[in-house]
């Protein structure tokens, strides 16, 4: 079966940086784009960024564009967000999800993993 | 950026009850929508994708319709793990992909 499990979270103080992490098994993770998904009380669930399948395609977020780095290890099943220049508005519980179908990245995300929290605070 | 809005923030109802979610958004999404569960501490589950297809393994009670801008889930008779936040999403704009702000379902 389809597992995502997601480490790395924390707390970390504004301007500092993390890295988050998303083993992936039950599928074929290098047939498959990869999203984090965050989620606040206030602002609800706000797509973070995604990957193609292959690595060769980022897209973000514009509230962490020049600071999140997305990216994946095929040969370990596991996907990375760098956070660079970390806010208090990034707090938030932390997602990895996977794209619905093999190839193109569709925008659908059928499988998520627990979620990882990242706190931001001095 | 395509907003998403859902109404009504809370319904209340009862076991055995129908369940409408509505979903609209600010500029057509044609049927690249998308409805999701979420239980409390859990991650949301894709229910519905393309506006009306069943994802694998969801029941049949659950049901989505619409294009454009205005999108409806409707659960036919809700079972007590139903009660829960659903959220729609779109895709046809992106980036970003967006989400609505959710509806929680409880129980009357």
């Known amino acids: 079966q389809v597992q995502l499990v997601e480490s790395g979270g924390g707390v970390v103080q504004p301007g500092r940086s993390l890295r988050l992490s998303c083993a992936a098994s039950?599928?074929?993770?290098?047939?498959?784009?990869m999203h984090w998904v965050r989620q606040t009380p206030g602002k609800g669930l706000e797509w973070v960024a995604v990957?193609?399948?292959?690595?060769?395609?980022?897209y973000y977020a514009d509230s962490v564009k020049g600071r999140f780095t997305i990216s994946r290890d095929n040969s370990k099943n596991t996907l990375f967000l760098q956070m660079n220049s970390l806010r208090t508005e990034d707090t938030a519980v932390y997602f990895c999800a996977k794209e619905s179908r093999l190839g193109a990245v569709t925008g659908y995300f059928d499988y998520w993993g627990q979620g990882t929290l990242v706190t931001v605070s001095s | 950026e395509i907003v998403l809005t859902q109404s009504p923030a809370t319904l209340s109802l009862s076991p055995g009850e129908r369940a409408t979610l509505s979903c609209r958004a600010s500029?057509?999404?044609?049927?690249?929508l998308a409805w999701y569960q979420q239980k409390p501490g859990q991650a949301p589950r894709l229910l519905i994708y393309?506006?009306?297809n069943r994802a694998t393994g969801i029941p049949a009670r659950f049901s989505g319709s619409g294009s454009g801008t205005d999108f409806t889930l409707t659960i036919s008779s809700l079972e007590p793990e139903d009660f829960a936040v659903y959220y729609c999403?779109?895709?046809?704009?992106?980036?970003?992909?967006?989400f609505g702000p959710g509806t929680k379902v409880d129980i009357k």
């Open positions: 990957i193609s399948y292959d690595g060769r395609n980022e």
């Open positions: 500029q057509s999404v044609s049927s690249y």
């Open positions: 393309d506006a009306s």
């Open positions: 039950g599928f074929t993770f290098s047939s498959h784009g």
């Open positions: 999403q779109q895709r046809s704009d992106w980036p970003p992909f967006t």
